[in-house]
């Protein structure tokens, strides 16, 4: 039984590209406590969700058509918000997401995973922004105009293709002058260097774990550790069992100590200001002791079993998240 609840800052999960399909092709009613999936708003509340990056990425069979997909789902989520009664509000500074987390109210951050939906020449970009999103993956796994996806392998490393394309660094470039961070998961170990050559912003891998402790193609190694670190940036630590396994299994019986031996490694290695939570909710196979949202306290006793103190764990929950949006956000 967990002692205290703590406010929690996610900086990945995949809630509203599944809420917000068709019941037909699988969505599900974001206001009842639910028993499929990992995050609706009841299991928000019980777990300390109080906010994170909520992402919308087209799948595989959508990819030609990115734009149309994540133009829909953002359409139905702000559907979604008009019916919320205040229960839902969309972020675009770290004092709305401190505000929000007094209010009761869950702060959903606005993020584009997978860049495909933006055209190369940037026009759309302006569009996403004033809807709300704040937050770019240059890609999922697979490549697009800006540039080379790193695709699921183990083992594997992320060394997997060519860097940015011209379209690429013009992302970059533009999201640094707006103010959106950029999100190095699922992007290949050239196209990371590239972007940790001109960008002025943190260094941010959202959901990606450590590679020295699982060799998956998704997770990041020592050098993109020191590199984050060294920018003032953060990596969100990942649920997904296939990442966090010297095995590289999807088990649901992985213990919730896997998620810790990472968040350990990675604050070992750049410091405990440069790790968080990137659960991967709703797009990954988690531990079944930790099990969906509501679970999240067991995870923060977790962190305490193993001797992190609480200034520590705050930090890991959501203070380095609200530090590196700052810096990024400008606001």
Not at 120 to 141: A, K, V, Y
Request: charged share 20%.
């Amino acid at each position: 039984m967990h002692t205290t609840m703590l406010p929690i800052f996610d900086g990945h999960n995949d809630a509203l590209t599944r809420v917000c399909l068709p019941a037909s092709a699988g969505g599900r009613d974001f206001f009842a406590r639910g028993e499929s999936g990992h995050i609706d708003l009841p299991r928000a509340r019980e777990g300390g969700l109080a906010g994170g990056l909520f992402a919308i990425c087209a799948p595989p069979d959508k990819a030609e058509r990115a734009f149309e997909f994540t133009t829909e789902i953002a359409r139905r989520f702000f559907e979604l918000l008009d019916g919320a009664g205040g229960a839902l509000r969309v972020v675009r500074t770290v004092r709305a997401i401190e505000e929000s987390m007094d209010a009761g109210t869950l702060a959903v951050a606005l993020h584009l995973e997978g860049a495909e939906a933006i055209d190369p020449g940037l026009e759309s970009l302006p569009r996403f922004f004033d809807q709300g999103f704040r937050s770019i993956g240059i890609t999922w796994s697979r490549p697009n105009a800006f540039a080379s996806g790193v695709p699921f392998a183990f083992p594997g490393g992320p060394d997997t293709g060519p860097g940015l394309t011209p379209a690429g660094t013009s992302l970059v470039r533009a999201c640094n002058r707006l103010g959106v961070l950029i999100d190095l998961s699922h992007l290949n170990e050239r196209g990371f260097w590239d972007v940790a050559a001109i960008s002025t912003a943190p260094l941010v891998a959202t959901h990606s774990a450590a590679h020295a402790l699982c060799p998956s193609s998704r997770n990041v190694t020592d050098r993109q550790l020191d590199a984050i670190g060294a920018s003032g940036g953060v990596v969100g630590i990942p649920f997904c069992t296939a990442f966090l396994r010297e095995d590289g299994r999807t088990d649901v019986t992985t213990p919730i100590s896997a998620i810790v031996r990472h968040v350990a490694y990675v604050a070992q290695r750049i410091g405990i200001d440069h790790v968080a939570f990137g659960s991967d909710f709703d797009g990954a196979t988690v531990p079944r002791d930790l099990g969906d949202a509501a679970g999240l306290p067991r995870l923060v006793d977790a962190l305490r079993g193993a001797g992190f103190d609480e200034e520590s764990i705050h930090k890991v929950a959501r203070l380095n998240w609200l530090r590196v949006l700052r810096a990024t956000w400008g606001a």
